[in-house]
Nanobody, 120 residues
Framework: QVQLVESGGGLVQAGGSLRLSCAASGTIFTINAMGWYRQAPGKQRELVAAITSGGSTNYADSVKGRFTISRDNAKNTVYLQMNSLKPEDTAVYYC??????????????WGQGTQVTVSS
């Protein structure tokens, strides 16, 4: 019913920047929250940043001051601006969205992931 399409991943040198985008499409009544998770090889998936419909944000301690999450409600899109990237930021980044398709159906959706690789 809902699809999340991510873009913006790639290879960047340490200290560089990338901006990830995630666009939601399908049957959408309202987006309650959107966020970004990441999973590095051999590690658990972790929350990177999230933003609610009201605009409040939450960040992992490891990215505070470097990453910024934002949204464009008209486009059903969330962004993750990543600055001062470090090798430890290397991971597959997944978009997540809490979406209500109608008055009674609310679900959590995931994108397919986009690879971010930060070289030394």
């Amino acid at each position: 019913q809902v699809q999340l399409v991510e873009s913006g991943g790639g290879l960047v040198q340490a200290g560089g920047s990338l901006r990830l985008s995630c666009a939601a499409s399908g049957t959408i009544f309202t987006i309650n929250a959107m966020g970004w998770y990441r999973q590095a090889p051999g590690k658990q998936r972790e929350l990177v940043a999230a933003i609610t419909s009201g605009g409040s944000t939450n960040y992992a301690d490891s990215v505070k001051g470097r990453f910024t999450i934002s949204r464009d409600n008209a486009k059903n899109t969330v962004y993750l601006q990543m600055n001062s990237l470090k090798p430890e930021d290397t991971a597959v980044y997944y978009c997540n969205a809490d979406i209500s398709s109608n008055w009674y159906l609310r679900n959590d959706y995931w994108g397919q992931g986009t690879q971010v690789t930060v070289s030394s």
